[in-house]
């Protein structure tokens, strides 16, 4: 009987991920990478001073060992299958995390080493985190803070997998809140944003039978915002549906903004502030009842904390009292 860790490439079966982790090497994520960027055996064996038959007995072991085929025959050459798509998407990130990984060795080789990656949302990172960074790296500047700008759904999966050390966010995307530790930072609030160019720009007591009138750009469907800004619709009788934009980016989204004089988008009060102080965008006369859910800071729950990591957590404080007051 065929061992289901070594399948026929006639009728593949995807290995398990245990067999994936006990065969597979970096040097075989190296080949693979080559094998798609040369497009050939032949010219994959030159870059990697193997030989052809070598190349492609290392590619049938790769196959092997996923339990998938990964390269098509093509009259253009090798061509990366689905399975070798999602392959060599994952190959690179590996590689890529090795490369940090050694780097910060490097650095730690070298220097004190200390660093930290912490994550945020946008709202966050203009009440709260810009400033308490500012404070950190006055008070700390031996200690390098990777900052990553993204989705709760994303920084938690950030946290979970050791990428981050501590993100501002939110925990109830997560499928398991029970694997992290959320500590009550700020309440959010939104407003509604459009280009100072916008015919509604400067209008007294806007409806939101107005605004749906206008293309709007969505925050992605599992996101927070979204579902505030669904619910609010709701609650107002309409629905929002012309033509809309979905982006999670707030660059994209206030560029967006500034550039049309049509588009309409919902923001975190402090971010629109931010951009409405530049000239970006302006905020409507439109009030939204529903409440914005809080973030607070989050790491994973039992980690273990350092003192940078802890004298950093103490700066966001600071700054999220300060945020309050200012707002009071």
């Given at each position: ?15 398990s ?28 064996a ?38 070798g798509?999602?392959?060599?998407r994952?190959?690179?990130l ?66 979970q997998s ?16 029970d694997?992290f ?13 459009v ?87 302006a ?17 994973r ?28």
């Amino acid at each position: 009987m065929e061992s289901p860790d070594k399948p026929e490439h006639e009728n593949p079966q995807l290995a398990s991920l245990h067999a994936m982790g006990g065969r597979l090497k970096f040097k075989q994520l190296k080949l693979l990478i080559a094998i798609e960027d040369m497009g050939s055996v032949h010219q994959a064996a030159a870059l990697l001073h193997m030989s052809q038959p070598g190349v492609s007995k290392a590619l049938k072991e790769i196959e092997d060992a996923i339990g998938a085929t990964l390269f098509a025959r093509t009259p253009q050459g090798l061509v990366a299958t689905d399975m070798g798509c999602c392959t060599l998407r994952y190959a690179r990130l590996m590689l890529s995390s090795l490369s940090h990984m050694h780097q910060e060795m490097l650095n730690i080789s070298r220097t004190s080493g200390l660093r930290i990656a912490v994550g945020t949302i946008a709202g966050a990172l203009a009440a709260v985190l810009a400033n308490a960074l500012i404070a950190f790296n006055r008070l700390h500047p031996d200690v390098t803070v990777e900052l990553q700008e993204g989705t709760s759904a994303d920084l938690l999966e950030g946290l979970q997998s050791g990428v981050l050390d501590l993100a501002l966010c939110r925990t109830s995307v997560a499928k398991r809140t029970d694997i992290f530790h959320f500590e009550w930072l700020h309440a959010e609030e939104v407003a509604v944003a459009v280009s100072p160019m916008h015919a509604l720009s400067g209008t007294r007591c806007v409806s939101w039978k107005q605004v749906v009138q206008y293309p709007w750009i969505l925050f992605p469907g599992d996101m927070p915002l979204r579902t505030l800004l669904e619910r609010e619709a709701a609650s107002n009788g309409v629905v929002l549906g012309l033509r809309p934009v979905e982006t999670a980016s707030t660059f994209a989204t206030a560029l967006l903004l500034n550039k049309s004089p049509e588009m309409v988008a919902l923001m975190s009060l402090e971010t629109l502030e931010f951009f409405e102080a530049r000239g970006t965008v302006a905020r409507l006369d439109l009030k939204v009842q529903a409440n914005a859910e809080p973030y607070g800071i989050v790491t994973r729950a039992g980690a273990t904390q350092s003192d940078v990591l802890a004298a950093f957590k103490d700066c966001i404080r600071r700054q999220a009292r300060s945020a309050v007051r200012r707002g009071n």
